[in-house]
């Protein structure tokens, strides 16, 4: 089964627009965008569409590619006292701490869940993307508990998180990267989540038949997005996500269901 990422999103947005609605007032969501990039500038244009179908504004704060740490600092201070939640855009320029950038918001505004200080078990959100993968898995009918996964890359986006979320769910989970773990692994592996961001390296020869395949690599290749799996790995696997149009549109709308969910925990 070819996962239809964009068909999942409608209908998570369908469930979350009358909870936005019901709550009575405008939803603002900070953005903070640092440099001119054209695909960073697509990451943001899909995300100000989706607010746009919630009824949610988009406070953006554009800095310029020579902005320093201190000022994307001063930025995102300045929109934690003014929005309900801030996503900062990466990647941000070379010469900036990520790490510093990312910890200046704090949980009860952190709709990514990437504020390095806040360990997982303590965070009010978690990763979209983990999240995304775990929402395509039980949608897909894929039991997690029990199930021998194997994430691919454990970047703070996705390899990490996912590792994280479906150890919580009950499953036995592995690490393959380049400093752990074996590409072998896949071989007998129910479940894979891929965030290495390497195209195409993911054979069907590398994966058993009836594997599910939630592929959360985003790259460039012959200047188009490409995920981790080679598209033919769909042959095999009875989950399969596509790139694009598989967990990336099921993430952004993650983004806007842990809006909500931050929104709750200031109410409690």
């Known amino acids: ?157 996705v390899g990490a998180p996912s590792a994280w979320l479906l150890r919580k769910l009950g499953a036995n989970v592995s690490v393959f990267s380049l400093e752990e773990g074996s590409i072998d692994d896949l071989k007998n592996a129910d479940i894979i989540v891929s965030g290495a961001g390497n195209p195409g390296f993911i054979k069907p020869e590398h994966i058993k038949k009836g594997v599910a395949l939630i592929d959360g690599g985003t790259s460039e290749l012959n200047k188009r997005i490409a995920g981790d799996a080679d598209p033919a790995c769909s042959e095999k696997a009875a989950v399969f996500t596509p790139v694009p149009g598989g967990v990336g549109p099921v993430a952004v709308a993650m983004i806007f269901r842990n809006l909500l969910e931050l929104i709750g925990k200031k109410q409690d």
């Open 1 to 157: 089964m070819i996962v239809d990422g964009r068909k999942i999103a409608e209908d998570i947005y369908a469930a979350l627009a009358p909870r936005y609605a019901a709550l009575g007032r405008e939803v603002k969501l900070g953005i903070v965008v640092v440099g001119e990039n054209p695909v960073i500038a697509s990451f943001v244009r899909i995300k100000e569409r989706s607010a746009a179908c919630l009824g949610i504004q988009m406070v953006r704060k554009g800095l310029a590619e020579s902005a320093s740490e201190a000022e994307i600092i001063d930025a995102i201070h300045t929109l934690n006292g003014n929005v309900d939640a801030v996503i900062i855009q990466l990647p941000l320029p070379k010469g900036i701490s990520t790490n510093n950038v990312l910890s200046a918001v704090p949980n009860e505004k952190d709709v990514d869940a990437l504020n390095p200080d806040i360990p997982e078990e303590k965070r009010f959100v978690h990763a979209p993307v983990a999240l995304a993968a775990v929402e395509i898995l039980e949608r897909s009918h894929v039991q997690i508990k029990g199930a021998r996964a194997v994430v691919v890359g454990a970047g703070r986006l």
